[in-house]
């Protein structure tokens, strides 16, 4: 029978790994490494039998990340439309829209589509689609006469409230595998990714890829 380690041991050993490799690191930044090292061999192992391709070849943080976003995104849409296939909703799209005049208020119709990361034309289609339908309606920018806001209409809130319950599930589904922390520090790690990739979005989004990779590299 294989004797356990002793956790004070265990400790010591994991302070000399660290103070090698981090000389100047202090006890919260041991704690939080020791932790974090811990976490990843426990994912390593629940997707060992996962992360390895029919060829053998492994796939790593490096190769394999992008496929898994694109992946759960596939996912993703797969509960959207199974959702909303109960619901007085056309698309996502129109949602997303509702949703963000709801709980962010009324914007101008460009910060909007930015908002949801869509073309021009596309996302000026979903406002008059909105607007058409009497959940969203414009008015003079206070601040700008030559621009234009949207705000969401009663009508608006009454059929994204009605919306909100059966979407909540597409969460349930698509999260209940995870921990409340893993959801937290997942949460914290797209979050990061989507305030780099917003200001990236804006300011390049005009140039080629070897353009923005030498810029955020």
Same mark, same amino acid.
């Given at each position: 029978?294989?004797?356990?380690?002793?956790?004070?041991? !265990?400790?010591?050993?994991?302070?000399?790994?660290?103070?090698?490799?981090?000389?100047?690191?202090?006890?919260?930044?041991?704690?939080?490494?020791?932790?974090?090292?811990?976490?990843?061999?426990?994912?390593?192992?629940?997707?060992?039998?996962?992360?390895?391709?029919?060829?053998? $070849? !492994?796939?790593?943080?490096?190769?394999?990340?992008?496929?898994?976003?694109?992946?759960?995104?596939?996912?993703?849409?797969?509960?959207?439309?199974?959702?909303?296939?109960?619901?007085?909703?056309?698309?996502?799209?129109?949602?997303?829209?509702?949703?963000?005049?709801?709980?962010?208020?009324?914007?101008?119709?460009?910060?909007?589509?930015?908002?949801?990361?869509?073309?021009?034309?596309?996302?000026?289609?979903?406002?008059?689609?909105?607007?058409?339908?009497?959940?969203?309606?414009?008015?003079?920018?206070?601040?700008?006469? $030559?621009?234009?806001?949207?705000?969401?209409?009663?009508?608006?809130?009454?059929?994204?409230?009605?919306?909100?319950?059966?979407?909540?599930?597409?969460?349930?589904?698509?999260?209940?595998?995870?921990?409340?922390?893993? $959801?937290?520090?997942?949460?914290?790690?797209?979050?990061?990714?989507?305030?780099?990739?917003?200001?990236?979005?804006?300011?390049?989004?005009?140039?080629?890829? !070897?353009?923005?990779?030498?810029?955020?590299?």
């Amino acid at each position: 029978m294989k004797k356990a380690i002793n956790p004070v041991v !265990e400790l010591v050993k994991a302070w000399e790994v660290f103070e090698n490799e981090n000389p100047t690191g202090n006890l919260e930044a041991f704690c939080q490494d020791y932790l974090c090292r811990k976490q990843l061999a426990r994912f390593k192992s629940i997707d060992e039998g996962y992360i390895h391709h029919a060829a053998g $070849r !492994e796939a790593r943080p490096s190769n394999g990340l992008g496929k898994a976003l694109v992946r759960v995104q596939k996912y993703l849409y797969f509960y959207i439309k199974k959702t909303m296939q109960n619901l007085p909703v056309d698309n996502i799209e129109d949602f997303a829209y509702l949703s963000d005049l709801h709980f962010m208020g009324a914007m101008r119709k460009s910060e909007l589509i930015h908002s949801n990361i869509s073309e021009f034309t596309s996302g000026t289609n979903v406002i008059n689609r909105l607007i058409k339908n009497g959940f969203v309606e414009e008015f003079n920018d206070p601040d700008d006469a $030559r621009s234009k806001q949207v705000k969401i209409t009663q009508s608006g809130v009454n059929w994204i409230m009605s919306c909100l319950p059966a979407m909540i599930k597409v969460d349930s589904v698509l999260f209940q595998v995870l921990q409340a922390d893993e $959801r937290e520090v997942l949460y914290h790690v797209l979050a990061k990714l989507d305030r780099f990739h917003t200001s990236v979005y804006s300011e390049m989004r005009a140039l080629e890829i !070897e353009d923005i990779l030498k810029k955020v590299i």
